[in-house]
């Protein structure tokens, strides 16, 4: 299998698992929440913030799909860096409200990671190497 298949495959699993995530926050914030790490569900009517989230994660997973669909695999691989940011913030606020280490490091820490590990998909990794140029093509019988 080739390195771009393989590539083509990991960025599709991103899009998908980002875009089933935004979902759930959307249509079950309550029940979403405890699966992000942190340690308490917000006083009041905190779903408006949790539905914002998954607005959030939804368009990070149109946006994957979308380069991915058309395509643009080097402007795949640079949103891909630049989307590693959310996760690695979401990591930070389970750190500083005091969630569990496992779900900071084990949930966003590593999304955070992987996207990161993943950019490069989209660049440097899928375009051909470059070497001696291809020989001319040989000129039709007259």
């Not at 820490?109 to 040989?138: E, F, H, I, K, S």
Request: proline share 10%; aromatic share 6%.
């Amino acid at each position: 299998m080739s390195l771009k298949t393989v590539n083509t495959v990991l960025a599709t699993v991103c899009a998908l698992f980002v875009l089933y995530l935004g979902l759930s926050f959307i249509l079950a914030p309550e029940a979403s929440t405890q699966g992000v790490g942190l340690p308490t569900w917000p006083v009041g009517n905190g779903d408006g913030f949790l539905i914002m989230k998954g607005t959030r994660e939804f368009s990070m997973g149109l946006v994957i799909g979308t380069l991915l669909l058309t395509g643009h695999r080097r402007a795949l691989g640079w949103v891909l860096l630049m989307e590693a940011v959310a996760p690695f913030g979401d990591m930070i606020n389970v750190l500083a409200h005091h969630g569990p280490l496992a779900a900071a490091f084990g949930i966003h820490g590593l999304t955070a990671a992987v996207r990161a590990a993943r950019a490069p998909a989209g660049g440097p990794a899928d375009r051909p190497r470059r070497g001696p140029p291809a020989p001319a093509p040989a000129a039709p019988p007259a």
